[in-house]
C-alpha cells in the first residue's frame, strides 16, 4: 500500500468492480486509450481478473477523504524495450477527478516504487498524440519525450492513431527528488 497526501494506492481487489466499473462505461475514459467502454460488470470482472489483480506495481486509486476507487495506475511489461528492468505506466481516472492533481500525485509516488521497490532502471510511457492531459502528467512527473510513432495504434473505433513515447530513468528521478 502506497499512501499519498490525498490518495491510498492499494492492490486492485475484486471488490473494486463496482466503483472501476462505474467509471470505466464512460465513453471518454478508453477512448484516450483505446479500449472500448465496459459493457458490463462482468465485462470489468474478466479485466480484472486477467490484467490487475495480484499483480506487483499494479494500483486502485482511492480517495482519502472518501473511500472510493477513482482510477488504476501501475507498472506493466514493457513491451517495446527488451529490458527486464524496464517497466511501462498506465493508469486511468474517472472523468469526475480529472484535472485536480490526482494523477500527477499517483503517477509520482508509483514511479518512487518502481524505482525503489522493483528495482527499475527506466519506466516508460505512451499516450495518442492527441491526449494533452495525459501529456502534461508525463511532463510535470519528469517523463522525457522520446519522439511520436505515426499511425501506430488501431482504437476500438477503427481510428489510427499516432503515439507519443516517454521515458524517465532511475537516474533522471533522483535527480528530481
Same mark, same amino acid.
Do not use: Q
Given at each position: 500500500?502506497?499512501?499519498?497526501? $490525498?490518495?491510498?494506492? @492499494?492492490?486492485?481487489?475484486?471488490?473494486?468492480?463496482? %466503483?472501476?466499473?462505474? #467509471?470505466?462505461?464512460? !465513453?471518454? +475514459?478508453? $477512448?484516450?486509450?483505446?479500449?472500448?467502454?465496459?459493457?458490463? /460488470? *462482468?465485462?470489468?470482472?474478466? +479485466?480484472?481478473? %486477467?490484467?490487475?489483480?495480484?499483480? %506487483?506495481?499494479?494500483?486502485?486509486? /482511492?480517495?482519502?477523504?472518501?473511500?472510493?476507487?477513482?482510477?488504476?495506475?501501475?507498472?506493466? *511489461?514493457?513491451?517495446?524495450?527488451?529490458?527486464?528492468?524496464?517497466?511501462?505506466?498506465?493508469?486511468?481516472?474517472?472523468?469526475?477527478?480529472?484535472?485536480?492533481?490526482?494523477?500527477?500525485?499517483?503517477?509520482?509516488?508509483?514511479?518512487?516504487?518502481?524505482?525503489?521497490?522493483?528495482?527499475?532502471?527506466?519506466?516508460?510511457?505512451?499516450? #495518442?498524440?492527441?491526449?494533452? $492531459?495525459?501529456?502534461?502528467?508525463?511532463?510535470?512527473?519528469?517523463?522525457?519525450?522520446?519522439?511520436?510513432? @505515426?499511425?501506430?495504434?488501431?482504437?476500438?473505433?477503427?481510428?489510427?492513431?499516432?503515439? !507519443?513515447?516517454?521515458?524517465?530513468?532511475?537516474?533522471?528521478?533522483?535527480?528530481?527528488?
Amino acid at each position: 500500500m502506497i499512501s499519498t497526501e $490525498r490518495l491510498i494506492l @492499494r492492490p486492485v481487489m475484486m471488490c473494486d468492480r463496482f %466503483d472501476i466499473f462505474d #467509471y470505466s462505461k464512460n !465513453e471518454n +475514459i478508453g $477512448r484516450n486509450a483505446g479500449w472500448a467502454p465496459h459493457s458490463s /460488470i *462482468d465485462e470489468t470482472e474478466s +479485466i480484472l481478473d %486477467d490484467i490487475f489483480i495480484g499483480k %506487483d506495481g499494479i494500483f486502485s486509486i /482511492i480517495l482519502k477523504e472518501r473511500p472510493k476507487v477513482i482510477g488504476t495506475i501501475g507498472l506493466t *511489461d514493457d513491451p517495446a524495450r527488451n529490458n527486464p528492468s524496464s517497466r511501462m505506466l498506465g493508469y486511468s481516472l474517472s472523468e469526475e477527478y480529472w484535472g485536480k492533481g490526482y494523477m500527477t500525485e499517483a503517477v509520482n509516488s508509483v514511479l518512487k516504487y518502481g524505482f525503489e521497490n522493483m528495482g527499475l532502471s527506466i519506466i516508460t510511457a505512451n499516450c #495518442y498524440a492527441e491526449n494533452s $492531459r495525459s501529456r502534461s502528467v508525463l511532463k510535470k512527473c519528469g517523463f522525457i519525450y522520446e519522439g511520436t510513432l @505515426r499511425s501506430c495504434a488501431l482504437s476500438c473505433d477503427g481510428v489510427l492513431h499516432g503515439c !507519443e513515447f516517454y521515458s524517465i530513468t532511475i537516474d533522471e528521478y533522483k535527480k528530481a527528488v
